[in-house]
């Protein structure tokens, strides 16, 4: 195996060789994120190429194991690639629910044949997964779930509904809890399933929010087949894997608050906006807060690099994910404040404006949901407070 200074050169080379210059631009709207799935319509020939190039070498997922379609890297190698990609300002060559939530629990807890049947697609794009948790009368108190999961031997027949399921209308499979004993506690007799969204009797409905765009979706199942081979871990122990993969979904979200790459910092977008006078914005007062909104991102950034490398070493996440779930839709939120501030009257436009679309407020409108979904800032809060600073309740 190449030394760490080997393969960062190695990995510079070919990043410089094979990372298109489109791809090393900050986004400009929603649609130059790449999400893949059988439904997927590229944005360019070079998002395309981006994807396909990544994924042959497992980049899309560099710690996973080969044989799952992972890069099969060290933490020392992923961290080298991370560094690379953010210095050419490249854009993620893939977002995907299947890499960030449901890709942690299979590895952990899925049988071998469902590892090789779905993590390899995840992998290299070819399935866009949704999530099937919040229902109508279960949202923070999601163990109050009541979809139904009847048992038929082979399989279970599911009636009943899910809420606020992330581009519902455009996931390929679901990772979804049923209960499948209605006689136990509410904790227990919970199942983690997956379903491919063609199966009949699945149907969605959008949800439209105050930005006027629609993310969300209500899902609707009726006499749907999901089939017993489909279950991570065992029947009525899917609240083991749910709350695995809610510290993963919490983290996840907690990255807003962190710059992704391929956009620009929110001091570089002041100083476009407004300009600079001896290298520096003339008002102090915002310069001020943009320095503060920065340190504390990167202060997130590093904190989170830490967890993960515990994580690695094989230290639960556990409740600390609430704590930077919190903290970082927080950030998020101050981030598109500062932005909306130095964008003048561009930031009043909701159609037309310089983008075309009125995507800044837009944007700044939907940071507003970061405190609520997957688990709301005051359930966060209390989790924190009983589980990390050992507080009564």
């Not at 791809?23 to 130059?32: L, V």
Request: net charge neutral.
């Amino acid at each position: 195996m190449a030394d760490n200074g080997t393969f960062r050169r190695e990995t510079r080379d070919w990043l410089e060789a094979n990372c298109p210059e489109s791809m090393r631009q900050p986004y400009n709207y929603e649609a130059d994120a790449c999400w893949g799935g059988r439904n997927c319509k590229f944005q360019s020939e070079d998002q395309k190429a981006w994807l396909q190039r990544m994924a042959s070498r497992g980049w899309t997922v560099p710690t996973w194991p080969k044989e799952y379609g992972g890069g099969g890297l060290d933490l020392a190698q992923a961290k080298i690639l991370k560094q690379e990609l953010a210095r050419i300002n490249a854009r993620p060559p893939l977002e995907s629910f299947g890499i960030s939530m449901l890709g942690p629990p299979l590895l952990k807890f899925g049988s071998e044949e469902l590892k090789l049947q779905h993590l390899p697609p995840i992998a290299r794009g070819e399935i866009r997964w949704a999530q099937g948790y919040s229902e109508p009368n279960a949202g923070s108190d999601l163990a109050s779930l009541q979809m139904r999961a009847d048992d038929m031997g082979d399989h279970f027949i599911v009636n009943g509904s899910k809420i606020w399921t992330s581009y519902g209308d455009k996931g390929d499979w679901m990772f979804c809890l049923v209960r499948t004993d209605f006689e136990a506690k509410k904790h227990a007799g919970i199942t983690f399933v997956m379903f491919d969204m063609t199966t009949e009797g699945v149907s969605t409905r959008p949800i439209k929010l105050i930005s006027g765009k629609s993310p969300f979706t209500e899902t609707f199942l009726d006499n749907v087949r999901v089939e017993k081979n489909q279950v991570i871990g065992e029947i009525n122990d899917g609240w083991t894997i749910a709350k695995y993969l809610l510290s993963h979904e919490r983290e996840m979200i907690a990255g807003a608050g962190i710059l992704a790459s391929g956009s620009l910092p929110v001091s570089e977008v002041a100083a476009r906006a407004l300009g600079r006078q001896n290298g520096i914005l003339s008002e102090p007062m915002l310069r001020a807060d943009i320095a503060r909104f920065e340190i504390d991102e990167r202060c997130l950034a590093l904190t989170i690099e830490r967890a993960r490398d515990e994580v690695k070493a094989g230290v639960s996440l556990g409740a600390v994910a609430s704590m930077f779930k919190y903290y970082g839709t927080e950030l998020n939120k101050r981030r598109y404040e500062l932005l909306m501030s130095v964008s003048g009257q561009e930031a009043l436009q909701w159609e037309g404006g310089e983008d075309g679309l009125g995507e800044l407020p837009k944007k700044w409108l939907r940071t507003k949901g970061n405190s609520i979904e997957g688990g709301t800032s005051e359930i966060q809060l209390n989790i924190v407070a009983k589980r990390i600073l050992g507080l009564p309740g």
